[in-house]
């Protein structure tokens, strides 16, 4: 069974930063590749960034706030998330694809976490 949690999330003001974190743990983490997804209330789910398991990333476009990162010795996945904005308010999720390929749909995922909340007010 692949499990899959996020943690890091919370309530931010604008301009201030978070690290996000995703722990895989019941698979073959170091194969596989991971991605991040959001989704804000009343809309749906969007891309955020993923990697592959060379280490190869996909971010938004190329003037993102945000960096994803992996470690695999910790089968672990970052989120960092600068300049965060009120837009920026979702729940956040970690996914893992059973491919060495990353891919920006959210279709190609095969596990997904609970998510964890960010908020960005003042």
């Known amino acids: 069974q692949v499990q899959v949690v996020e943690s890091g999330g919370g309530l931010v003001q604008p301009g201030e930063s978070l690290r996000l974190s995703c722990v895989v743990s019941?698979?073959?983490?170091?194969?596989?590749?991971m991605g991040w997804f959001r989704q804000a209330p009343g809309k749906e789910r969007e891309f955020v960034a993923a990697?592959?398991?060379?280490?190869?990333t996909l971010p938004r476009n190329g003037k993102d706030r945000f960096t994803i990162s992996r470690d695999n010795a910790k089968n672990t996945i970052y989120l960092q998330m600068d300049s965060l904005q009120p837009e920026d308010t979702a729940v956040y999720y970690c996914?893992?694809?059973?491919?060495?390929?990353?891919?920006?749909?959210?279709?190609?995922?095969?596990?997904w976490g609970q998510g964890t909340r960010v908020t960005v007010s003042s």
């Open positions: 990697i592959s398991w060379a280490g190869n």
């Open positions: 996914a893992v694809r059973e491919s060495p390929h990353y891919s920006g749909e959210a279709w190609d995922y095969d596990y």
């Open positions: 019941g698979g073959t983490f170091n194969d596989n590749s």
